[in-house]
């Protein structure tokens, strides 16, 4: 009896202790790499890195000017195409009552939210590249649209959902039209939560690599052509690490670093909107 | 049919539509249509880049082929099958039992205040780009796993096929472990939900008759939570199918099928990410976005099931609490 | 048509009946609403009294399986005729809901000035805005800080705000659907006051459980049961002298 009750408390610790540990391991390679990343990125951070061009191996100097507008305008891009579609679907979602066209609707955004980035560039290539017949920095941008979109309907649904009814009805008692009401009332009521949406996904497809590969491609000088390719962050660090200088290395991770405090910023800003939009709501 | 002769007709049965509404519904229709015709159009565009290859190989050849030769227009796509399975079902079997002991930890065992930091950490894990993991693996985790880890397993365990081989790093190994470290908080947040639903009474019944709290977890959370963990594995796997540029960097890109875990390999991701851009001809094109249809309708499948999966656990759990 | 009378009818219903699918939930319900009185409308929950308001403004409308037959005549207009404009009419007949519901997006006075702005009214909104909280009695408890959110009003203060976002696009019926049920007694009282004032240029009809309050507010009371009109009539008659056994059942506090 004593006995087993105290190997069963044996059991209890073990694995409590075992779970504790699994916190641990699930932290370490959060902590090691945002570590290595400001250690070996730090160094190689300047003025000249954000304004410079790239230069050839060997060279001293240059940076990654262009890549950093580069990001900003093929996301500039994809936010034009992606907000007005991801938002306008995710109002129809919330809108209209569960017939079968929306829920059809629902169920396929949900099932393109989990479509790998990899094959969403394929697609960008096909829709933008082939019959432009050369990469450039619009195909990156539908590509990384295309990516906005599913998750962006969703949320937005969520949030204009959110929205009472009531306002809906007070509104509309007034004597406004439903289309007014939507647009001024209801969507204005979610504006704040669908910010905080819109500020994700714009940090997520920022930092977004694969679906650029073949779309935007890059390019070694300043680009602002939406129909030719462009430099992004990503691919940059991307071709930089893979590269055998230990020079680009170097680049590499000081690009890496600026790409994670964009994409930081991006995320802490959408975290505070929320917390002062609950607050407000109280 | 109810209105008497004298009554115009009910309003409602037919309510005059403003026609600023009638445009605006309209309008949204169009938007939320607009999402089944990117759907349709992302099954078209692969299917029309990918036929050359479909016509000319068949699909049961290009599925089984165990060579990949652009130049020589030999197109197998089995290699890379093989590499995303191996590295994806081996990141799951890393990654899911830290997600599930970290997230057990927190809702059952730990100290409240853990919660919240934990969570935002776990937040900032998901937040990080895919190819800053990939330099990161690249630059620790490869050369720690050929200098440590590798010829440690390989004195220890070398005897298993699983385990032989020179240790090079680059590999399976090394593309499993990074993507289990990115698909660590897709599981975790989901079962970490999941957990947070489970039937407190059945947990206090058990402890009050004397279990201890491990075994009323086991008793009461699991099996509950079963349906839940399962899904969020199935959610979890899809993602690390088509996670691309951290695997693409360490998986070492040789279009091979090895038994050992230390062995180079590739996955269907990292082929499109580094052929597809300087592909030579329609053919070797095609033959990427077929790959890129293979990976489309896998993660597809799996994503279907886990959302069926967990849309059912949803629904008998509000029915036994209805 | 009314002529002869001394108070015209600002509203009358004929044989009006509301369905929610199959369910028949107000039966060819017949009354009329004097104009600049107040008629209380009560009966038991799920009486139809709710339905009828709603009626009113064709609320119904956007409410997918409601089906509304019979005629309501406001100033002798069919307003259930295909042909009337539903925004329209709800300009002309506007409504108070049983909870205050301001537009937290916008400051106490946008919230006035709303039907203006989204109507695109132009003209003085300060002005209009000003009027409708005095009119709504709550000018001097906010005229000092008509920028802020109107979620820092009390309840009472939310619900005389959105009678003012009411009066504010100048309508000649007033709905109210039990506009005082989430407010605390002092609150109440100051509404019930105000119902006072504006009867002198609105026509109200206020829905109501409150016995009490339908007795200090109204000039007629309306009696409903099961979705039928059973009595109709001056407010001290109903809670009197019911012509009906189940009027004075349900006054006499017997059952509902």
Redesign the interface.
Known sequence: MNGSLLRRKAVNHLLTGLCALMVLVALLPLVSVLWLVIKNGAAGLSWTFFTALPRPVGEEGGGVGNAVVGTLYIVAIACAFGLPLGIGAGVYLAESRNGLFARGIRFTAELLAGVPSIVIGIVAYGVVVVPMKRFSALAGGVALALLMIPTLARATEDLVRLVPGSLREASLALGVPQWKTSLRVVLRTAMGGIVTAVLLSIARVAGETAPLLFTALNNQYWNLRPDQPTSTLTVQIFNYAISPYEDWHAKAWSAALVLLLVVGVLNLLARQMTRTRLKGAR | MRARADTPQPAAARPRVNRGDRAWGLILSALGGAVLIIAGGIILSLVRVARPVFAEVGLEDFLTGQDWDPLSDVFGALPFIYGTVVTSVLAILIALPVALGMTLFLAEMGPKWLRQPVAFAVETLASIPSVVYGLWALFVLVPWLRQTVQPFLGDHLGFLPLFSGPPLGLGYLAAALVLAVMILPTIASVTGEVLKTAPVAVKEGALALGATRWEAIRMAVLPHSRPGIFGATLLGLGRALGETMAVTMVIGNSPTISASLFAPGYTLPSVIANEFAEAAGDRHTGALAALALVLFGITLLLNSVARLIMQRGQRKLQGRAA | MNAATMHTDKIEAN?L?VFFRQAQVLKRVALKVPEKKVMAVIGPSGCGKSTFLRAL??????V?G??????ILLDGE???????????????V??V?Q?P??????SIFDNVA??LK??RVKGNHAEVVERCLRQAALWDEVKDRLGH?P?SLSGGQQQRL?IA??LA?EPEVLLMDEPASALDPIATARIEELIHELKARYTIVIVTHNMQQAARVSDQTAFFYMGELIEVGATEQIFTNPREKRTEDYVTGKFG
């Open positions: 044989d009946s403004n064709r609320m119904h409308d956007l997918p409601a089906r509304v037959e019979g005629r069919n307003i259930n005729d295909p042909r009337v404009d539903a925004v329209a009419l709800r300009r002309r506007g409504m809901f909870r519901n301001p537009f937290p997006s916008m709303a039907g989204l109507n959110s979620l959105c976002r009411a696009v």
